[in-house]
């Protein structure tokens, strides 16, 4: 498809819906007639244009080699929609593209899955979509399908969005929770709870000195950048979402049943970010992240798939934070700054804004 | 990050360390007042690296631990009522009281919501008018001021739609009561140093002189309690009882004098009842007459709601330093953060959630 016939990016960010017609999403954008096709046609298949996509299919028919393939879903129900540095359109991308990574696999399509509440701008879905697009071109992972439902005023938040993803493992990779053991290290691709801080400061209005921006990204080139330097020898890759390092890593020492030791000096935080988590007695460890990767790698190769991360733009920060022990099994405990050891558990809810 | 990782260096805690090991030749007993304190302490792990002969005792300055029952009980009245948007700070949400939590109230389809500051809440009375804003003003001499600050403007700018649920606690009234039992075995504080940033501690120098005790005012962060215990214990081994500075970077003997004037313009002292604990003459604040307007307990007649404790809960012992929260029988298996007994199990300052959260079994 042409630019020219490609209605509303020729112009460049224009809305291609007109919104003189219809300045916010109608029930009738998703009953199935001209309205759902319109909105299919003109915003949906134009921004995410492919030639998967294209064929208007039930469903995508992708051509892959044989092999083991990797597949993962997500929903996204962030609130609110806007945020420093990212959306709900960007983050259901790498979300779903980082969990496929975590697999160890290569991905190579996602599904786009919108429920959106009648009365959404459309200016605003216009954003979120070409936010999408920009995320997954960047990515170079394609949208090859995907599902639009309106759901009546008040009975959503705006738009949630599924994305699922698919990937494909190579040979020789072999990533999974159960394979850490007692002396491999522990490895943090960068600065932690980014992510979590600023939804929070644009949720709860917070002011700092400088604006925080989410981390969102997308790490499947670097953990193929690890993933080509130690293949078998990297053991597990987790990308520490809701809970932070700290659930992330106990997940970990649960399934595999060993204990985990880490160091608290070497991890990876802006001072920003941690000057917020002091002012409202958050523990970093358990704010959420969404362009970080741990990865847990066979002691002998840790410092190749260390410098591996290093060499890529995300993972420039990377450190060896821990290592995987016999002792305490289940467990994780912290070493502190100074010296005194504790117990990081995983937390029973959420983490809520402290008194004093 | 500047004024915070000077006080978490490694080498210099080490040093302090080895100072107090050399100067301790028999056990004493200490407690720290504050919540915060004792987080830091089992968080950064203080406890096992200090040596045996200091006992750590936790004292009762979690201001969500010791709000009673019976308020809370209130607090879920009022906060179920639809006129009502009920604010607070974050971690009482979680506190039980007698059938339900704050966050059930929300999840039953009640307005909570949190705030970070008293007058947040009185920004939200304005923009709701056809609302009853109301906070829950709980907290030590710390949250007072902004408390006390939140009602005078309130008054000022007339916001009628703005009330607080009021239970605030003050700290030398709490020292004598631990120091009046009969069983307490309390040889030293550690006070808590952001109580003194607003009240100076020139209070505490009677309570020193006639209990024989000394008191540090002490900071919060892993090189301050190290520092704090070292001069408490300083002290014990020289037979000193006197009030110390430990936190000069933040208090000053005669505090913030601008707040105090607020607090005792909008407050008054009154008996109160801490939970666990039972009540305390002259331990706390209410609203003076002149503000009675601003009371949620009375604007919403909840008065009479009446709570009692779980039997089984032990926090009362616990926030006097009688009893470890691992010597409590259901601690981590009948009480746990999922389904506590008692408000230290969940609060960000209990000593019980501190216990459970870093492995201390």
Known sequence: MSDETRPGLAAGLACPIPISDYPTVQMSHGGGGRLSQMLIDDMFVAAFDNPVLAQLHDGAILDLAAGRLAFSTDSFVVHPLFFPGGDIGSLAVHGTVNDVAMCGARPIAISAGFIIEEGLPMEDLWRIVQSMRDAADQAGVPVVTGDTKVVDRGKGDGIYINTTGIGVIDDGIEISPRRARPGDLVLLSGAIAAHGIAIMSVREGLEFETTLETDSAALHELTAAMLERAGRNVHVLRDPTRGGVASTLNEIAAQAGVGIRIDEAPIPIDEEVRGACEILGFDPLYVANEGKCIAIVARESADEVLQAMRDQPLGARAAIVGEVVEEHPGKVFLRSRIGGLRVVDMLSGEQLPRIC | ?361
């Not at chain 2, 020139?202 to 000394?214: D, F, L, S």
């Open chain 2, 1 to 361: 990050m500047r004024f915070v990782d000077e006080y978490r260096g490694g080498e210099d805690a080490s040093k302090l360390l080895d100072a107090i090991r050399s100067s301790v030749t028999r056990p004493w007993v200490i407690m720290e007042l504050c919540g915060g304190q004792t987080h830091t302490l089992i968080k950064a792990g203080i406890d096992r690296m200090l040596p045996d002969e200091i006992t750590l005792v936790h004292g009762p300055g979690c201001p969500v631990c010791v709000t009673p029952m019976r308020l809370l009980d209130q607090a879920i009245a009022i906060a179920r009522r639809p006129e009502v948007i009920f604010t607070s700070f974050g971690d009482m949400l979680r506190v039980p009281g007698s059938a339900a939590d704050l966050l059930e109230v929300k999840s039953e389809g009640g307005d909570v919501r949190i705030v970070y500051s008293p007058l947040d809440a009185v920004k939200i009375a304005e923009a709701n008018p056809d609302k009853q804003v109301v906070f829950f003003a709980v907290g030590f001499e710390t949250t007072a001021p902004a408390n006390a600050m939140a009602v005078w403007r309130a008054e000022r700018a007339g916001v009628e739609n703005f009330s607080v649920l009021c239970s605030h606690v003050l700290v030398p009234p709490a020292m004598e009561a631990i120091l009046g039992a009969p069983d307490h075995r309390v040889q030293g504080f550690l006070a808590a140093g952001h109580v003194c940033t607003v009240m100076g501690y020139w209070e505490y120098e009677p309570i020193a002189e006639r209990h024989r005790i000394p008191v540090i005012v002490t900071g919060f962060e892993p090189l301050d309690l190290i520092q704090g215990t070292y001069m408490a214990v300083a002290a014990l081994e020289e037979g000193r009882h006197e009030v110390e500075n430990q936190y000069s970077r933040s208090v000053t003997r005669d505090g913030n004098i601008a707040a105090q004037k607020l607090m005792t313009e909008v407050f008054e002292i009154t008996d109160r009842d801490w939970r666990g604990i039972g009540v305390i003459p002259d331990s706390g604040y209410a609203l003076r007459e002149r503000f009675v307007a601003f009371d949620a307990g009375l604007r919403f007649d909840v008065a009479d709601i009446e709570a009692h404790d779980s039997g089984e809960c032990i926090a009362g012992k616990i926030m006097q330093g009688i009893e470890r929260p691992s010597a409590c029988p259901a601690f981590g298996t009948r009480c746990t953060p999922e389904r506590p007994l008692g408000a230290p199990m969940v609060s960000a300052e209990g000593a019980c959630a501190a216990y459970y959260q870093y492995g201390r079994s």
